[in-house]
């Protein structure tokens, strides 16, 4: 099982014993409104679950999908991710959903810079990228701490529920290869 400490958490591969948790979390609506995918239903969780662990097996992997855990009781706070968008390109995606009751208390800004770090560390990355919704400022503001510059509005970037919504678009790139010389 894949392991990932920072100060307060440790992020880990999911298992099936994880399934009341996320799906407390990934039911809510409330968490759902920015985001493409959910309120979940049950058997949407447990297809959730089997993909992560599916991935977790994964001989070579190119993406980690990690429950966000406290160091101190293992309760799930919510998930964390980073895949691999283009390996020719060296570019990765991230993204993140903390069960509300853990809102606020940096627990996001914690995960999002561990798997920052592992996009550049094991994936190679040069370049990470993470979007969010223009209304969703708590998600915009943790982007920003982690060290993710706002590049732009995406216009009608994605249809979420039947609604087109534009998206912010940010990103980090590996501060090596930013300042390097291609000259």
Aim: hydrophobic share 45%; charged share 20%; net charge negative.
């Amino acid at each position: 099982m894949f392991t990932l400490t920072t100060e307060r958490l440790v992020l880990r591969d999911f298992t099936a014993a994880d399934e009341d948790a996320v799906h407390q979390y990934a039911s809510d609506p409330v968490v759902c409104r920015y985001v493409d995918w959910g309120p979940n239903t049950l058997a949407v969780t447990r297809e959730f679950l089997a993909d992560a662990t599916l991935e977790a097996a994964g001989v070579e992997r190119r993406s980690f999908t990690l429950a966000i855990t406290s160091k101190v009781d293992g309760t799930v706070i919510g998930s964390v991710a980073v895949w691999e968008v283009s390996a020719a390109h060296r570019r990765a995606e991230l993204g993140f959903v903390v069960n509300p009751k853990f809102q606020g208390q940096g627990y996001a800004s914690e995960a999002g810079s561990a798997v920052l770090e592992l996009a550049f560390a094991r994936l190679g990355a040069q370049r990470v990228q993470a979007t969010c919704r223009p209304e969703n400022s708590a998600s915009a503001s943790v982007l920003t701490k982690i060290g993710m510059v706002e590049e732009g509005r995406m216009r009608a970037h994605m249809v979420i529920r039947g609604t087109v919504v534009d998206s912010l678009l940010f990103a980090a790139v590996q501060p090596e290869i930013a300042s390097a010389d291609f000259a």
